[in-house]
């Protein structure tokens, strides 16, 4: 059986593994020196370096074909790490306290620590004139106190490391990284984490920290912290106890985003199979939740589809909900777009098939426990614009708008200037108002002339609420009741700049008379 075996120089030191053969018969034996180049039988071991550079052992592959045992690429591999691991153990076991001079030339002694050496310590595995893999101690060059590296066609580890129950590989800095990867291979890692655990709940790459970030990516150019799932599972998944399970946070400059995701499958019209960019789930609680001091907390684009979409299988909740909770007062939701409709809603169910609101596209509610005072008053629906409609409505075959109230005005307009209308209401070729029930007009009313036979009157003045007349206002009178014999309306007019019309009777009225009024204008 071939091996490799690591022993001082000497007889007395000399330690030798019993599979091992001897020299004669081809087996892997010999000293090890510090900057040396000696070797125990010709083609086993040999110095790669000169002696003020390195000690090395090279194992070449005819040695190697001839142990059954190491024949494979695999066996080969747990060869030349059994003879690295065994230098390794004897320069860092330190089983003894005082250790063992190890200058220029000096022997390797396993047991013992080995100092005052000049120069690294190393073990190379040659393949024709090609070296595979390897491995050295007190690396200055590579600034390194173990540097392992492999230069083999077929690609394996520099450094690999297994632990039955342990850490497989651990690494410790006061000052630096732990553990550092690099690569300079395109769509490759310079760390990879992969768990091939059976019962799963494993963790390919695992961070922690007490006070800082568990795990920190970063990038130039690229993405910082990529997470992918082949299966059914997330790509990234946060978990915290009170804080934030993923954070993200974007630069200062240009387009940037704390956090973003991205879905390259099909586009779907279902509700049971979505695929997301960003996909937040919750029991109880709030799915996604975003922040901003003074921007969107959550904003959504899209090219052709829509920017952000909700939906809801709760009765009597929203797909997407707005919350105003300042102090001056704000929006709930807001809706703008440059050419289009700002806010838009659908529905599939008919306004007169019951619950509740029915199947409005866009429903407001004004709930009556709000502490903040609207400076337009408290209501459901807001509409606002500066030269265009604040709210439109259009509808092929019913009212393009529609009004309800149990004790108050189903639709309410108002002008605020004297050169505005509170309601216009326009057709062309039709009727432009139809009114079904009783109709009042503040601007109307009833007045009693009344007069006595002592104090006869010929004339009625009526004040009128609202705007001032003008001489364009028009009057219309009418006697209510019973006629009074010799009495009637001669005409009414109107005293222009002033809130008050006069009617004149064609002779002087001695008793009582009812008369309705209505002014235009």
Do not use: C
């Given at each position: 059986?071939?091996?490799?075996?690591?022993?001082?120089?000497?007889?007395?030191?000399?330690?030798?593994?019993?599979?091992?053969?001897?020299?004669?018969?081809?087996?892997?034996?010999?000293?090890?020196?510090?900057?040396?180049?000696?070797?125990?039988?010709?083609?086993?071991?040999?110095?790669?370096?000169?002696?003020?550079?390195?000690?090395?052992?090279?194992?070449?592959?005819?040695?190697?074909?001839?142990?059954?045992?190491?024949?494979?690429?695999?066996?080969?591999?747990?060869?030349?790490?059994?003879?690295?691991?065994?230098?390794?153990?004897?320069?860092?076991?330190?089983?003894?306290?005082?250790?063992?001079?190890?200058?220029?030339?000096?022997?390797?002694?396993?047991?013992?620590?080995?100092?005052?050496?000049?120069?690294?310590?190393g073990v190379f595995y040659t393949n024709g004139t090609i070296n595979e893999f390897v491995a050295t101690l007190g690396d200055p060059g590579n600034t390194a106190g173990v540097y392992g590296q492999d230069n083999s066609s077929v690609g394996g580890y520099g450094v690999s490391g297994d632990s039955a129950k342990g850490n497989g590989v651990y690494g410790q800095s006061a000052g630096g990284d732990g553990v550092y990867g690099s690569t300079t291979g395109a769509a490759r890692s310079g760390v990879v984490g992969e768990d091939n655990s059976s019962g799963g709940g494993g963790n390919g790459v695992y961070g922690h920290s007490d006070h800082g970030n568990g795990v920190v990516g970063i990038s130039n150019d690229g993405i910082g912290v990529s997470g992918e799932s082949s299966e059914s599972g997330p790509g990234v998944f946060g978990t915290a106890a009170s804080g934030a399970g993923v954070s993200g946070q974007g630069g200062p400059y240009g387009r940037s985003w704390g956090v973003a995701g991205q879905s390259v499958g099909p586009s779907e019209t279902g509700l049971d199979d979505i695929n997301s960019g960003v996909w937040g789930d919750s029991a109880s609680n709030i799915g996604v939740w975003g922040t901003s001091d003074s921007s969107s907390g959550v904003r959504g684009d899209a090219i052709n589809g829509e920017g952000v979409t909700g939906n809801t299988y709760g009765n009597g909740h929203s797909g997407v909900a707005g919350s105003d909770g300042s102090t001056l007062g704000g929006n709930g939701a807001f809706g703008h777009s440059n050419i289009g409709v700002g806010v838009r809603g659908e529905s599939g169910f008919p306004p007169d098939g019951g619950g509740g609101y029915g199947g409005a596209g866009v429903a407001g509610i004004y709930v009556e426990s709000s502490s903040i005072a609207s400076t337009h008053g408290n209501v459901g629906v807001w509409g606002d614009s500066k030269a265009y409609p604040g709210v439109l409505g259009t509808s092929d075959t019913a009212p393009g708008v529609t009004g309800l109230s149990s004790s108050g005005a189903g639709v309410l307009g108002e002008a605020t200037s004297a050169s505005g209308v509170g309601v216009s209401a326009q057709n062309t070729t039709g009727t432009a108002l139809q009114v079904e029930g009783a109709v009042t007009f503040t601007r109307s009313g009833l007045v009693t002339a009344a007069g006595t036979v002592s104090a006869p009157i010929t004339l009625v003045t009526v004040t009128v609420p609202g705007a001032k007349l003008t001489a364009a206002s028009i009057v219309f009178t009418a006697v209510q009741g019973g006629p009074v014999a010799g009495v009637a309306i001669a005409s009414a007019y109107a005293n222009p700049g002033t809130n008050i019309f006069r009617i004149h009777l064609t002779a002087a009225l001695t008793t009582s008379m009812y008369i309705a009024w209505f002014v235009l204008g």
């Amino acid at each position: 059986m071939g091996g490799i075996a690591a022993v001082g120089h000497g007889s007395s030191k000399t330690q030798r593994d019993p599979s091992i053969g001897s020299s004669a018969s081809g087996g892997l034996a010999g000293d090890i020196k510090s900057g040396s180049s000696d070797a125990a039988s010709e083609g086993a071991i040999m110095s790669k370096e000169s002696v003020s550079d390195t000690w090395a052992v090279e194992v070449t592959t005819d040695q190697i074909e001839e142990s059954p045992r190491l024949r494979d690429r695999r066996g080969l591999l747990l060869g030349l790490a059994a003879g690295a691991g065994g230098l390794v153990a004897g320069a860092l076991a330190g089983s003894q306290p005082a250790g063992a001079g190890t200058g220029d030339g000096g022997d390797v002694q396993l047991g013992l620590d080995n100092t005052g050496a000049k120069a690294r310590t190393g073990v190379f595995y040659t393949n024709g004139t090609i070296n595979e893999f390897v491995a050295t101690l007190g690396d200055p060059g590579n600034t390194a106190g173990v540097y392992g590296q492999d230069n083999s066609s077929v690609g394996g580890y520099g450094v690999s490391g297994d632990s039955a129950k342990g850490n497989g590989v651990y690494g410790q800095s006061a000052g630096g990284d732990g553990v550092y990867g690099s690569t300079t291979g395109a769509a490759r890692s310079g760390v990879v984490g992969e768990d091939n655990s059976s019962g799963g709940g494993g963790n390919g790459v695992y961070g922690h920290s007490d006070h800082g970030n568990g795990v920190v990516g970063i990038s130039n150019d690229g993405i910082g912290v990529s997470g992918e799932s082949s299966e059914s599972g997330p790509g990234v998944f946060g978990t915290a106890a009170s804080g934030a399970g993923v954070s993200g946070q974007g630069g200062p400059y240009g387009r940037s985003w704390g956090v973003a995701g991205q879905s390259v499958g099909p586009s779907e019209t279902g509700l049971d199979d979505i695929n997301s960019g960003v996909w937040g789930d919750s029991a109880s609680n709030i799915g996604v939740w975003g922040t901003s001091d003074s921007s969107s907390g959550v904003r959504g684009d899209a090219i052709n589809g829509e920017g952000v979409t909700g939906n809801t299988y709760g009765n009597g909740h929203s797909g997407v909900a707005g919350s105003d909770g300042s102090t001056l007062g704000g929006n709930g939701a807001f809706g703008h777009s440059n050419i289009g409709v700002g806010v838009r809603g659908e529905s599939g169910f008919p306004p007169d098939g019951g619950g509740g609101y029915g199947g409005a596209g866009v429903a407001g509610i004004y709930v009556e426990s709000s502490s903040i005072a609207s400076t337009h008053g408290n209501v459901g629906v807001w509409g606002d614009s500066k030269a265009y409609p604040g709210v439109l409505g259009t509808s092929d075959t019913a009212p393009g708008v529609t009004g309800l109230s149990s004790s108050g005005a189903g639709v309410l307009g108002e002008a605020t200037s004297a050169s505005g209308v509170g309601v216009s209401a326009q057709n062309t070729t039709g009727t432009a108002l139809q009114v079904e029930g009783a109709v009042t007009f503040t601007r109307s009313g009833l007045v009693t002339a009344a007069g006595t036979v002592s104090a006869p009157i010929t004339l009625v003045t009526v004040t009128v609420p609202g705007a001032k007349l003008t001489a364009a206002s028009i009057v219309f009178t009418a006697v209510q009741g019973g006629p009074v014999a010799g009495v009637a309306i001669a005409s009414a007019y109107a005293n222009p700049g002033t809130n008050i019309f006069r009617i004149h009777l064609t002779a002087a009225l001695t008793t009582s008379m009812y008369i309705a009024w209505f002014v235009l204008g």
